[in-house]
């Protein structure tokens, strides 16, 4: 079965501070990866996405994330978070028959 | 921004009545879905469709039904509210290819007092 960890509910963060949100996932084959952002009242936009080749994938905003076969991990990261990121952040597994699963989400908070 | 539609966006409802909430799409993507979002869970999946009439459960089906006569509307129906579907309802859509992403809207609030 499918399943996706992310281990911190909430992060606060400094604007201007490097950001990593943590993802685990749990499937037999190679998966499809996604980060998802939400804003509030919102619904979820799509960040970016792993499905083969090179390991670290970019995405809009400025963001990034590295899959790590080895952890079974996918951790999303920015090297200089805007205040403008203070969101929730879902990481999701899918396969190869359009099934999708996702993480409970982190909350992410920016100080001033 | 991938054209889906959900109405209504907000509404709230008596225990024990029906509700039907509505997803349209302009994507001509085969794949249409119904999630509910609450805090500590995520998002979990309710019910999907994968063509016209081609439906299947998602792991909190109890208490829903969907029904999809064209391809680009998806209805989610809750025959009697209960206080527990009180939720946040979104859709989303993926196209035929494996690795497609799923897109999603924007979604309903659904209070059941």
């Known amino acids: 079965a499918q399943s996706v960890t992310q281990p911190d509910i909430h992060i606060t963060v400094s604007e201007g501070a490097s950001l990593e949100l943590r993802c685990n996932y749990s499937?037999?084959?190679?998966?499809?990866l996604f980060w998802y952002v939400q804003s509030p009242g919102q619904g979820l936009q799509l960040l970016l996405k792993?499905?083969?080749?090179?390991?670290l994938v970019q995405g809009i905003k400025g963001f990034e994330a590295e899959f790590k076969r080895s952890q079974s991990s996918f951790n999303l990261r920015k090297p200089s978070v805007h205040w403008s990121d203070a969101a929730e952040y879902f990481c999701a597994v899918g396969n190869t028959g359009n099934q999708f699963y996702f993480g409970t989400g982190t909350s992410l908070t920016v100080i001033p | 921004d991938a054209g889906i539609t959900q109405s209504p966006r907000h509404k709230v409802t008596e225990t024990g009545t029906p509700v039907t909430l509505r997803c349209h799409q302009t994507e001509n993507h085969r794949y249409m879905y119904w999630y509910r979002q609450d805090p500590g869970h995520g998002l979990r999946l309710i019910h999907y469709?994968?063509?016209?009439?081609?439906?299947d459960k998602g792991e909190v089906s109890d208490g829903y039904s969907v029904s999809r006569s064209k391809t680009e509307d998806f209805l989610l129906t809750l025959e009697s509210a209960t206080s527990s579907q009180t939720s946040v309802y979104f859709c989303?859509?993926?196209?035929?290819?494996?690795?497609?992403?799923?897109?999603f809207g924007n979604g309903t609030r659904l209070t059941v007092t």
């Open positions: 989303a859509i993926s196209d035929n290819r494996g690795n497609s992403p799923l897109h």
């Open positions: 499937y037999g084959a190679t998966p499809y």
């Open positions: 792993y499905f083969s080749g090179d390991t």
């Open positions: 469709s994968y063509g016209v009439k081609d439906t």
